[in-house]
């Protein structure tokens, strides 16, 4: 029994180094994984939508990126991560309010569109004309 203890002496001990490597090694991964995060996390460009301000990150521009079938801007890509965080917001509103802010929004587009001189206001303008 002496014997085998003896034997596996040096056996345990190599188990214990390895361990104390690894456990520098994750130590030193973990490290690596904040210093990325900390990096992801930097504010690329901020939005104020309705009063609210959104601050899109290197992160969201890069899950943006990663749901395309092909290449964009930097501004495209920061404006859709925008648009995912005003959808994320709504997501949880009655289908009835949705309803409503989509009618507002369709209807302020449609003004905006007038006064720019861009769409007709009434339809008869589209078969007289100026």
């Known amino acids: 029994m002496a014997s085998e203890a003896t034997a596996l002496g040096p056996v345990l001990n190599r188990l214990q180094e390895r361990a104390r490597r690894l456990e520098e090694e994750a130590a030193a991964l973990r490290a690596d994984v904040e210093q990325v995060t900390r990096a ?48 994320e917001r709504e997501k949880d509103l009655p289908e009835a309010e949705i309803r409503r802010l989509i009618a507002e929004d369709i209807e302020a587009i449609r003004t905006e569109a007038i006064t720019k001189g861009i769409a007709i206001d009434d339809p008869m303008e589209a078969v007289v004309g100026d």
């Not at 939508?49 to 943006?64: K, L, S």
């Open 40 to 87: 992801l996390d930097r504010p690329v460009a901020t939005y104020v939508v309705d009063g609210e301000e959104f601050v899109i990150t290197a992160g969201d521009v890069i899950a943006v990126r990663a749901q395309l079938p092909c290449p964009c801007s930097d501004e495209a890509a920061q404006e859709l991560a925008l648009a995912d965080k005003l959808a």
